[in-house]
């Protein structure tokens, strides 16, 4: 009786793939509620009602805002305020608790920059719709713009107002991200060092435009630009901001 040799074929299954954690990183974001979503909708919705607030407050005291003479604000920019302080809370609060449970810098980054463009196109999609509900209304009939000022809503409406408030609010986030988790990385004096180069940066680039007389091109430019052509724009910082904070969570430490 001849023996038959079985050779046994062992099947591994594929290790499965780092970005499989990066829902996990994500909802990460959300662990305290209060920091993505309730705490700027209570910016937006608070700033919202003081400045409609304020406007009847005038109009009582003997204002009379008219199409031709309506009641502007820019209080909507509370909420794009809140959420930069928002974005280095998630660079101080989650980078260690992402370290700690494993998640590597590249799954913790994907992670982060989802949370954050959920967060700026629900923003850009508030923006928006509130922006389309004044100019229907005539700014709810008193003639009280918050969010669709003229500036935003001249040549793309609502939409281009939407998009350039997510791609702002993108960018305010990314910023705030930034500097915390350049902090993590090196020393305050270092940051502090880092932030004076900026400033030095931009002081130059403001004495150039000063010395040589192109802030009339400058002045043009920018009214030539949409609200749209103005998100675009935003762009460039942000994928910037994310290039950067990449290349600093790689060694930064918890």
């Known amino acids: ?13 594929p ?36 400045s409609v607030g304020v406007g009847l407050w005038v109009e009582a005291a003997g204002a009379d805002f008219t199409a031709q003479s309506p009641f502007y604000s820019g209080a909507s920019q509370a909420a794009v305020w809140c959420l930069l302080f928002i974005g280095a809370y998630a660079a101080s609060h989650t980078f260690s608790f992402a370290m700690a449970l494993s998640f ?24 928006g719709l509130l922006a389309a509900l004044e100019q229907a209304t005539d700014g709810l009939g008193g003639h009280f713009y918050t969010f669709a000022l003229p500036f935003l809503v001249a040549d793309s409406g609502a939409v281009g107002a939407g998009a350039l408030a997510a791609a702002l609010c993108l960018a305010a986030m990314l910023f705030g991200f930034f500097w915390a988790i350049l902090y993590r990385r090196v ?12 400033g030095v940066v931009i002081l130059a680039a403001v004495m150039l435009v000063t010395t040589n007389d192109w802030w009339p091109e400058v002045g043009e430019w920018v009214m030539n630009q949409s609200a749209l052509t103005g998100a675009g724009w935003f762009l460039i910082p942000i994928v910037g901001l994310i290039l950067a904070s990449y290349a600093i969570i790689r060694r930064a430490t918890p």
Do not use: D, N
Not at 18 to 43: E, Y
Not at 113 to 124: D, P, T
Not at 187 to 198: D, E, F, P, W, Y
């Open 1 to 13: 009786m001849s023996a038959i040799a079985h050779t046994e074929t062992t099947v591994r299954a």
């Open 15 to 50: 290790a499965p793939s780092s970005f499989a954690r990066v829902p996990a990183a994500f909802k990460l974001q959300f662990t305290v509620p209060s920091a993505l979503v309730w705490i700027p909708l209570m910016a937006f919705f608070g700033a919202w009602a003081i």
């Open 104 to 127: 590597s810098r590249r799954v913790y980054i994907f992670g982060v920059l989802l949370a954050f463009g959920l967060v700026s196109v629900a923003y850009g999609v508030l923006f």
């Open 187 to 198: 020393s305050v004096m270092a940051v502090t060092i880092v932030a004076l180069a900026l």
